[in-house]
């Protein structure tokens, strides 16, 4: 199950830390990563992670790239995504994922395509 939360209405320029309760997708068998989706928009990976050993490793859409950045507390039952220098575009509906790494051909570093979702948490940036 994945739950996130977090989400909420800033000011153009301002932060938001979104969190996603992860129960069942941890370890090294699973990619993870975030999403949004804007109203007739496509939706958008802003970030992924793969845990490994000794630490995971993390890839960003080039849009996001500086801004925003994924983590995972020690335990891999909570991922994170710290945002900061919010802009107007960066309004929509923010998603966790997780997707077994077998299920798919592609890595983590550009899979697009995610089994498992969370029900989202909206962010608003006027």
């Known amino acids: 199950q994945l739950v996130e939360s977090g989400g909420g209405s800033v000011q153009a320029g301002g932060s938001l830390r979104l969190t996603c309760a992860n129960s069942?997708?941890?370890?090294?068998?699973?990619?993870l990563a975030w999403f949004r989706q804007a109203p007739v928009k496509e939706r958008e990976r802003v970030a992924s992670?793969?845990?490994?050993?000794?630490?995971?490793?993390?890839y960003y859409a080039d849009s996001v790239k500086g801004r925003f950045t994924v983590s995972q507390d020690h335990h891999q039952n909570t991922m994170y995504l710290q945002m900061s220098g919010l802009k107007p575009g960066g309004t929509a509906m923010y998603y966790c994922?997780?997707?077994?790494?077998?299920?798919?051909?592609?890595?983590?570093?550009?899979?697009?395509?995610?089994?498992?979702w969370g029900q989202g948490t909206q962010v608003t940036v006027s």
């Open positions: 992670l793969y845990t490994a050993t000794g630490g995971f490793t993390t």
């Open positions: 994922a997780a997707d077994p790494i077998s299920a798919r051909s592609s890595s983590c570093a550009t899979r697009r395509e995610y089994t498992y």
């Open positions: 069942g997708y941890t370890g090294s068998k699973y990619c």
